[in-house]
Nanobody, 125 residues
Framework: QVQLVESGGGLVQAGGSLRLSCAAS????????TGWFRQAPGKEREFVAA????????RYADSTKGRFTISRDNAKNTVYLQMNSLNPEDTAIYYC??????????????????WGQGTQVTVSS
C-alpha cells in the first residue's frame, strides 16, 4: 500500500506562513496526482489544492487561491503546500491524498484512493 506522511503543521500567527510536506513511498509516485484537503472541527473535509504528476497543472479551492501554492519534487517523492497570509479560518487538520491520474484534477474526496494521517495547522489571532 502507498504510505503518505504529512509534516510541517504547527501554530502560526495570523498573516504568517507555513509550508506543509507530504512524503510518499513507492516509485510510482511520479505518475500519481496529489491533493490536499482540510477538516476543521464540526465541518466536512474540504478540497484545498491538487497537482498533476508532472506538476504542470494545478487546481485550487476558491478560499485558498492566491494565498496557497502546491508544488512537487518527484526526486524526493514529496508534494508541498506553501500557505501564506494565513488567517484563523485556515485552522484545520490538513491531509494529503493520491490517486491515479486520468488527465484531470478532481476535487471530490471519494476519488482519492490513499490518504495520510494529517497534520494540525492552528492560526492564532
Amino acid at each position: 500500500q502507498v504510505q503518505l506522511v504529512e509534516s510541517g503543521g504547527g501554530l502560526v500567527q495570523a498573516g504568517g506562513s507555513l509550508r506543509l510536506s507530504c512524503a510518499a513511498s513507492g516509485r510510482t509516485f511520479s505518475s500519481m496526482l496529489t491533493g490536499w484537503f482540510r477538516q476543521a472541527p464540526g465541518k466536512e473535509r474540504e478540497f484545498v489544492a491538487a497537482i498533476s504528476p508532472s506538476g504542470d497543472s494545478t487546481r485550487y479551492a476558491d478560499s485558498t487561491k492566491g494565498r496557497f501554492t502546491i508544488s512537487r519534487d518527484n526526486a524526493k517523492n514529496t508534494v508541498y503546500l506553501q500557505m501564506n497570509s494565513l488567517n484563523p479560518e485556515d485552522t484545520a487538520i490538513y491531509y494529503c491524498a493520491v490517486d491515479s491520474y486520468a488527465g484531470f484534477l478532481p476535487t471530490a474526496r471519494a476519488t482519492y484512493e490513499y490518504w495520510g494521517q494529517g497534520t494540525q495547522v492552528t492560526v492564532s489571532s
